[in-house]
C-alpha cells in the first residue's frame, strides 16, 4: 500500500534481522511494519479515520492557492477535487490531474498532498487532485468514472482554471496509478484530449497478480501479494472472478497512441514486475517512457520523504514533468 499505514495500522513490528537477510531492503525503510491487510468493510472504516486524524495532526498551510469543488460524477454522485495552484502563475498553464493511492479503498494522507505540492511549484504547474469514491463500499467503476469525469472537468474549465489544454497530463502512485492510466486510455479512445504526460509510480496495473513479484513476495513490508490479491478481490467484486472490465486494470488495456509515459517501480513490491511488463508493452508501441527502477526499495518506501532514495525519486517525477511541459509549451 503506501508509506503512511505505518502510522496507523496495528501491525507486528518487521522483524528487520530475518528480513535483512532474505531481501536486500534498504536501511531506510527497515521499519516499515509487515502486516497483511483486510479489506473488511470495518477494517477500511478504522484505517480511514485513523488517516484522518493523522491528516488533521499534520494539517498545515501550503505554500499556494488551494479551492475544493464539488463534481457530479458519471451516475450522478458527487465527489471533490482540491485545485492547487502556485502563486503567481500566469493563464495557460500546464496542469496534472492527480489520482493517489490506497488500494482503491484508502483515503488520501497528508504526504499525497505534499507531494503534489512540490509538482505545483517545481513545475509551475495547477494540480488538480481527485478525492475519488472509495471501495469496498463503492467498488468500480465509481473511482475510475470519479477519475475520468474529473480530466473532462478540467478540459471544460481548463479557461476558467488558467489551464493549458494542450500540456494536460495525469499521474497516480499505486492504486491511482491504476487509476491515471486507465483514464490515460480511456481519454484516448473517446478523443476527450491527447494528454501531454502519464506519470505514473508503482502502478497498480494486472488482476491476475500472476508475475513473479505478485507471487512471491507474500512477507515483504507494509504490501504483500496476499493483501494484493485481497484488493483486486474487493475493487473487483461486481465481477466475476478473473473478469477483467475496461480500464479497470491498464496493463490489459491497449495501449497504443498513449503520451509520454513515467512509470517507477520498486524492488520489493509485488507490482514491480507488471510495472516492467507494462514498460516493454509501451515500448513495443513506440511510446516513449522514463523508466525509474528503484533498488533496495518497497511498495510505499516514499512514505519515508527524508530517504536519499525517495528524494532523488521526487526529483525524477519533477524533472520528467518539467520536461513533459516544456515540449507542449507554444
Known amino acids: 500500500m503506501l508509506g503512511y499505514l ?22 531506510d525503510f527497515a521499519r516499515f511494519p509487515v502486516f497483511t491487510f483486510n479489506f473488511s468493510a470495518p477494517v477500511v472504516w478504522l484505517f480511514n479515520l485513523l488517516i484522518k486524524i493523522t491528516r488533521w495532526l499534520g494539517k498545515r498551510s501550503f505554500s499556494l492557492l488551494t479551492t475544493t469543488h464539488s463534481l457530479v460524477g458519471a451516475d450522478g454522485s458527487r465527489f471533490n477535487v482540491i485545485v492547487m495552484t502556485p502563486h503567481g502563475l500566469t493563464d ?81 502512485d ?16 473517446q478523443q476527450l484530449v491527447t494528454l501531454c504526460a502519464q506519470l505514473l509510480i508503482y502502478p497498480v496495473l494486472d488482476n491476475s497478480c500472476s508475475t513473479p513479484s505478485a507471487t512471491e513476495f507474500v512477507d515483504v513490508p507494509l504490501w504483500n501479494a496476499v493483501s494484493n490479491r485481497r484488493m483486486w478481490d474487493m475493487y473487483l467484486s461486481r465481477y466475476r ?5 475496461p480500464y479497470a ?50 511498495h510505499g518506501y516514499d512514505g519515508n520523504a527524508k530517504s536519499s532514495i525517495a528524494v532523488q525519486s521526487m526529483h525524477e517525477r519533477v524533472l520528467f514533468l518539467q520536461q513533459a511541459f516544456s515540449r507542449g509549451a507554444a
Not at 507486528?12 to 530475518?18: D, F, I, L, S, V
Not at 499505486?174 to 479512445?189: F, I, W
Not at 520498486?266 to 516493454?280: C, M, S
Open 174 to 189: 499505486s492504486a491511482g496509478g491504476a487509476l491515471a492510466a486507465g483514464v490515460a486510455q480511456k481519454a484516448r479512445d
Open 241 to 245: 472472478p478473473g473478469e477483467t472490465p
Open 249 to 298: 486494470a491498464p496493463g490489459h488495456g491497449q495501449l497504443q497512441n498513449l503520451p509520454l509515459s513515467y512509470v517507477e517501480t520498486a524492488e520489493f513490491d509485488p507490482l514491480r514486475d507488471e510495472g516492467l511488463n507494462y514498460i516493454a508493452a509501451l515500448r513495443a508501441e513506440n511510446i516513449e517512457v522514463v523508466v525509474n527502477e528503484t533498488r533496495q526499495t518497497i
Open 92 to 172: 495557460s498553464a500546464p496542469a496534472l490531474v492527480y489520482y493517489h493511492g490506497g488500494g482503491f479503498a484508502l483515503g488520501y494522507a497528508v504526504n499525497h498532498l505534499r507531494n503534489c505540492e512540490r509538482y505545483a511549484n517545481d513545475t509551475r504547474c495547477v494540480v488538480i487532485f481527485v478525492d475519488y469514491r472509495l471501495a469496498p463500499q463503492h467498488p468500480f467503476p465509481a473511482a475510475f468514472d470519479d477519475c475520468y469525469a474529473a480530466l473532462a472537468w478540467v478540459v471544460e474549465k481548463s479557461a476558467a482554471l488558467g489551464v493549458d489544454s494542450s500540456r494536460i497530463a495525469v499521474g497516480g
Open 6 to 27: 505505518l502510522l496507523c495500522a496495528p501491525v507486528r513490528e518487521n522483524p528487520t534481522a530475518a528480513m535483512s537477510r532474505k531481501y536486500n531492503i534498504h536501511p
